[in-house]
C-alpha cells in the first residue's frame, strides 16, 4: 500500500536512447509533480500536474514531457537522453497546491 | 525567487548529543516541510510546519512565520538519524515546494 511509487527504481542507458518513467499515487490527490535531483543533492521542481493538467513547468528542456493519463498517474518522458540527464527524479503528490508534498523513492537516472 | 538558506551545511554528533537545525526564507510561504533523505536516498516527510510547533518523538520543529525562519530539533541522537534534512518551503502565490540545500548530518557511534 505505497503512497507514491516510481518505476523503475533504477535506470541506466546510452545517450541519445528515450526512456520513460512512471509514477502512481494512491492517496486521492489532485496535484502531482515531477523533481530533479543533481549531484550534488540540490532538489528543484520540473513540472506541476493539477486534475491532468499542466500548471507549471520549469525551465526544462523539450526533450522532457510530462503525460497525466488521470489523476493518479504522472509519468515523465525524456528523448535523445544526455550525459547531464544523470540524476535522480523524484515524484510528488499533494492534495492542493499548499498542502504537504508526499514524494516517491525516486528514480536514479545514469546516462552512459 | 525565494531564498531558502539552511544551517550548518554539514554537522557531526556523537550519539546521544541534540542538536538544533535552522532554515531562513526570504519571502512569505503557505507550505513549509521538513525531510530527511536517508543514505538510500528516500525523502521522508518529517513534518508540514508552516507556522507553530510540532513534536514527533525526537524530533520536534518551529516554525516562525512572521520572522521567516523554522528550526527543527534533534534530540539523543541515533545513528539511524543520519542523512541529509532538507527544508522545502511554497512561496505565497505559488504551488511547488522549493528547497533548501540540506544540512548533511553523520551521527557516529
Known amino acids: 500500500d505505497t503512497a507514491v511509487s516510481q518505476t523503475p527504481k533504477y535506470l541506466v542507458t546510452q545517450m541519445g536512447n528515450d526512456k520513460s518513467i512512471k509514477c502512481e499515487q494512491n492517496l486521492g490527490h489532485d496535484t502531482m509533480y515531477w523533481y530533479k535531483q543533481d549531484s550534488k543533492k540540490f532538489l528543484k521542481i520540473m513540472f506541476s500536474y493539477n486534475n491532468k493538467e499542466l500548471i507549471i513547468n520549469e525551465t526544462v528542456p523539450n526533450r522532457f514531457s510530462p503525460k497525466s493519463p488521470d489523476k493518479a498517474h504522472l509519468n515523465l518522458h525524456i528523448n535523445s537522453l544526455e550525459l547531464g540527464d544523470s540524476a535522480v527524479y523524484f515524484c510528488a503528490s499533494s492534495q492542493d497546491r499548499v498542502n504537504t508534498q508526499y514524494f516517491g523513492p525516486g528514480t536514479r537516472l545514469t546516462v552512459l | 525567487g525565494i531564498q531558502v538558506e539552511q544551517s550548518p551545511p554539514d554537522l557531526i554528533l556523537q550519539e546521544g548529543a541534540n542538536s538544533t537545525l535552522r532554515c531562513n526564507f526570504s519571502?512569505?510561504?503557505?507550505?513549509l516541510q521538513w525531510f530527511h533523505q536517508n543514505p538510500w536516498g528516500q525523502l521522508i516527510n518529517l513534518f508540514y510546519?508552516?507556522?507553530g510547533t510540532k513534536q514527533n518523538g525526537r524530533l520536534s520543529a518551529t516554525t516562525v512565520a512572521t520572522e521567516r525562519y523554522s528550526l527543527l530539533y534533534i534530540s539523543s541522537s541515533q545513528t539511524t538519524d543520519s542523512g541529509v534534512y532538507f527544508c522545502?518551503?511554497?512561496?505565497?502565490?505559488?504551488?511547488?515546494?522549493?528547497f533548501g540545500k540540506g544540512t548533511m548530518l553523520l551521527v557516529s557511534p
Open positions: 522545502a518551503v511554497v512561496p505565497s502565490g505559488y504551488s511547488t515546494l522549493t
Open positions: 510546519i508552516p507556522s
Open positions: 519571502d512569505s510561504v503557505n507550505n
